[in-house]
């Protein structure tokens, strides 16, 4: 997970949920200092969350942000802050396969086990 320490410091998160053509699903995470956790950027006040999370999609991750949809915009609650949670979808032939080091595409279950430390708001069923 990451630590919010300062309003300053407020960040937003999100995932893509991949649809495989065999008909399963991963999930974008990221891994940091050998833990897992969502992809998430610092929020920054010239933009909306939702730039926020497309810019760190699109340029971080090196998604084709022309091809993913959003399907749930909830809040989770982490050390006390609320931090945007953007959920979007693609499907796997509109997707690099490969992703930069820290990204990778993970199964629900991993997914899952990351979310369950969020208290979200009105819990997606993905």
Same mark, same amino acid.
């Given at each position: 997970?990451?630590?919010?320490?300062?309003?300053?410091?407020?960040?937003?998160?999100?995932?893509?949920?991949?649809?495989? =053509?065999?008909?399963?699903?991963?999930?974008?995470?990221?891994?940091? /200092?050998?833990?897992?956790?969502?992809?998430?950027?610092?929020?920054? &006040? &010239?933009?909306?969350?939702?730039? /926020?999370?497309?810019?760190?999609?699109?340029?971080?991750?090196?998604?084709?942000? =022309? /091809?993913?949809?959003?399907? =749930?915009?909830? /809040?989770?609650?982490? !050390?006390?802050?609320?931090?945007?949670?953007?959920?979007?979808?693609?499907?796997?032939?509109?997707?690099? =396969?490969?992703?930069?080091?820290?990204? !990778?595409?993970?199964?629900?279950?991993?997914?899952? &086990?990351?979310?369950?430390?969020?208290?979200?708001?009105?819990?997606?069923?993905?």
């Amino acid at each position: 997970m990451f630590e919010v320490k300062q309003l300053s410091d407020k960040k937003v998160a999100g995932t893509v949920i991949l649809h495989l =053509e065999d008909g399963s699903k991963r999930f974008l995470i990221r891994t940091m /200092n050998n833990q897992l956790a969502l992809a998430f950027t610092n929020f920054s &006040e &010239e933009q909306t969350g939702l730039a /926020n999370i497309l810019q760190l999609l699109k340029e971080d991750v090196d998604l084709d942000i =022309e /091809n993913i949809r959003l399907v =749930e915009l909830t /809040n989770g609650q982490i !050390y006390d802050n609320n931090v945007p949670l953007f959920v979007f979808e693609s499907q796997e032939h509109q997707q690099w =396969e490969e992703l930069p080091n820290q990204y !990778y595409w993970a199964e629900a279950q991993t997914f899952r &086990e990351i979310i369950q430390g969020m208290d979200i708001e009105g819990m997606p069923f993905f």
